[in-house]
């Protein structure tokens, strides 16, 4: 009883850092609001086109900006305030859900709008999914912890997506797709709110002077020398290229192949996030970052594996069954990489490597998700499907072979935070207002 108790505190354990908690709390509604429009958003694509193609022309719209943008928003992050960013970043988020909610609701949506209000959005993620990754260092002020606040940031984002599609589903089904939006569009308020609640130290000015396009070029230069972190990103590309497209399918499994509606798009997605939510509270728990390496190969392994069962699948219990697997490889991985790359990154390029981290969901997959969707519309979506689990999976077996040269590089890093962190004292609910990462370090 005392071991869950303790473990269960583990869990929750970044949450006693108050701007953490307010951030934390803004996010719990505003990303419950994304992920009610993401799935309303594909269910009306595929509602006015009846193509395939099309659902992964949308998705490819809506996240192929962040391909363009993010290597240069993660160079101005290491330069500028992400608490501004994400002030900016919502408030467009919250413009483009308002204007497709009065589209919506007026019945003057159409393909065309929908395609230019994705691509507004791909343009806002570009630089809000690296400012939320960078800012969760400025809210947590110790690294050790770290990895519990990222696992959290996980926790709360599966949550929503386990919860958010099944409300969107029956919302659909009973007044119409674009009450969704609206929805979304008000729970960016929350947000705003915990945004301008914040009380965070004076961030010290860069003394860079280079260029964006040549601070780019170090953050590439630096990522690539570093071996841990070009296996771990090399890694998450191929999944997010390979894998995490398998969601623009998802439409097409739940009408055509399963014969559902709307509801059965819902409980799918929500499967896969009861197993990535399963994911983020396992890491969450976890006591220390060494060995994430190992569970981020294991994660690999099984999302691989549990995408090429869907292919055969052809019965809904089943294909529910699989989900949470699905959920659960994909997104622990993600986690893993996460805090490994926060972990072995200097702090001067912490911006320039989670950039390009962005860039393996944010990026890659809208293009993969557009070649799925090509490749559904000629050959089916079980074949596409079985073609992306296979790359994956091929990609899981190069990274879990080369574990033993990993391992020896990241478990002296992980091992030296921890040490760190074991001669530094931080008042938990004083926040960011005691010590940062980097004057704990000077102190050593």
């Given at each position: 009883?005392?071991?869950?108790?303790?473990?269960?505190?583990?869990?929750?354990?970044?949450?006693?850092?108050?701007?953490?908690?307010?951030?934390?709390?803004?996010?719990?509604?505003?990303?419950?609001?994304?992920?009610?429009?993401r799935?309303?958003?594909?269910?009306?694509?595929?509602?006015?086109?009846?193509?395939?193609?099309?659902?992964?022309?949308?998705?490819?719209?809506?996240?192929?900006?962040?391909?363009?943008?993010?290597?240069?928003a993660?160079?101005?992050?290491?330069?500028?305030?992400?608490?501004?960013v994400?002030?900016?970043?919502?408030?467009?988020?919250?413009?483009?859900?308002?204007?497709?909610?009065?589209?919506?609701?007026?019945?003057?949506?159409?393909?065309?709008?929908?395609?230019?209000?994705?691509?507004?959005?791909?343009?806002?993620?570009?630089?809000?999914?690296?400012?939320?990754?960078?800012?969760?260092?400025?809210?947590?002020?110790?690294?050790?912890?770290l990895?519990?606040?990222?696992?959290?940031?996980?926790?709360?984002?599966?949550?929503?997506?386990?919860?958010?599609?099944?409300?969107?589903?029956?919302?659909?089904?009973?007044v119409?797709?674009?009450?969704?939006?609206?929805?979304?569009?008000?729970?960016?308020?929350?947000?705003?709110?915990?945004?301008?609640?914040?009380?965070?130290?004076?961030?010290?000015?860069?003394?860079?002077?280079?260029?964006?396009?040549?601070?780019?070029?170090?953050?590439?230069?630096?990522?690539?020398?570093?071996?841990?972190?070009?296996?771990?990103?090399?890694?998450?590309?191929?999944?997010?290229?390979?894998?995490?497209?398998?969601?623009?399918?998802?439409?097409?499994?739940?009408?055509?192949?399963?014969?559902?509606?709307?509801?059965?798009?819902?409980?799918?997605m929500?499967?896969?996030?009861?197993?990535?939510?399963?994911?983020?509270?396992?890491?969450?728990?976890?006591?220390?970052?060494?060995?994430?390496?190992?569970?981020?190969?294991?994660?690999?392994?099984?999302?691989?594996?549990?995408?090429?069962?869907?292919?055969?699948?052809?019965n809904?219990w089943?294909?529910?069954?699989?989900?949470?697997?699905?959920?659960?490889?994909l997104?622990?991985?993600?986690?893993?990489?996460?805090?490994?790359?926060?972990v072995?990154?200097?702090?001067?390029?912490?911006?320039?490597?989670?950039s390009?981290?962005?860039?393996?969901?944010?990026?890659?997959?809208?293009?993969?998700?557009?070649?799925?969707?090509?490749?559904?519309?000629?050959?089916g979506?079980?074949?596409?499907?079985?073609?992306?689990?296979?790359?994956?999976?091929?990609?899981?077996?190069?990274?879990?072979?080369?574990?033993?040269?990993?391992?020896?590089?990241?478990?002296?890093?992980?091992?030296?935070?921890?040490?760190?962190?074991?001669?530094?004292?931080?008042?938990?609910?004083?926040?960011?207002?005691?010590?940062?990462?980097?004057?704990?370090s000077?102190?050593?």
């Open positions: 009883m005392i071991t869950i108790r303790r473990k269960f505190k583990r869990i929750f354990h970044a949450l006693t850092f108050r701007n953490y908690r307010l951030f934390f709390s803004g996010q719990a509604v505003s990303i419950l609001g994304t992920w009610m429009q799935l309303a958003m594909s269910w009306l694509v595929y509602r006015l086109s009846d193509s395939a193609f099309l659902l992964g022309l949308v998705e490819f719209t809506g996240q192929f900006p962040a391909l363009l943008l993010t290597p240069i993660g160079v101005l992050l290491d330069r500028w305030n992400a608490r501004s994400l002030l900016y970043s919502q408030s467009a988020a919250l413009v483009q859900a308002s204007i497709l909610a009065v589209l919506t609701l007026s019945g003057k949506i159409e393909i065309h709008w929908i395609i230019l209000l994705s691509i507004a959005w791909g343009v806002i993620v570009a630089f809000d999914s690296p400012a939320r990754q960078t800012f969760v260092i400025d809210l947590v002020p110790s690294r050790e912890k990895g519990n606040a990222i696992a959290l940031n996980s926790t709360l984002f599966n949550s929503a997506r386990m919860i958010g599609p099944s409300l969107a589903g029956i919302l659909i089904a009973l119409g797709e674009g009450w969704c939006f609206l929805i979304n569009a008000l729970s960016y308020l929350a947000i705003l709110v915990a945004l301008g609640m914040l009380r965070l130290p004076a961030r010290p000015k860069p003394t860079s002077t280079t260029g964006v396009w040549q601070g780019f070029l170090e953050g590439m230069q630096y990522a690539s020398a570093n071996q841990a972190i070009r296996w771990i990103l090399c890694t998450l590309s191929i999944t997010g290229f390979a894998g995490l497209s398998y969601t623009v399918l998802l439409p097409i499994f739940a009408r055509d192949i399963l014969h559902g509606g709307p509801e059965t798009l819902g409980f799918l929500g499967g896969a996030g009861v197993g990535a939510l399963f994911a983020a509270l396992s890491l969450a728990s976890k006591e220390s970052v060494i060995g994430l390496n190992r569970t981020m190969a294991r994660a690999a392994l099984i999302g691989s594996t549990a995408l090429l069962s869907m292919v055969v699948i052809r809904f089943l294909t529910l069954l699989v989900m949470p697997f699905v959920g659960y490889g997104i622990a991985q993600f986690i893993s990489g996460n805090t490994l790359l926060q072995l990154a200097d702090n001067d390029k912490r911006g320039r490597v989670i390009l981290y962005s860039l393996t969901f944010n990026g890659v997959t809208p293009i993969g998700s557009l070649l799925a969707g090509t490749l559904a519309h000629w050959i979506a079980p074949l596409a499907l079985m073609i992306g689990g296979t790359i994956c999976l091929i990609a899981a077996g190069a990274f879990k072979a080369k574990q033993a040269n990993l391992e020896r590089l990241i478990r002296p890093v992980c091992e030296s935070i921890e040490t760190e962190s074991q001669h530094a004292v931080i008042p938990a609910d004083q926040g960011c207002k005691t010590r940062t990462p980097d004057s704990i000077s102190q050593q």
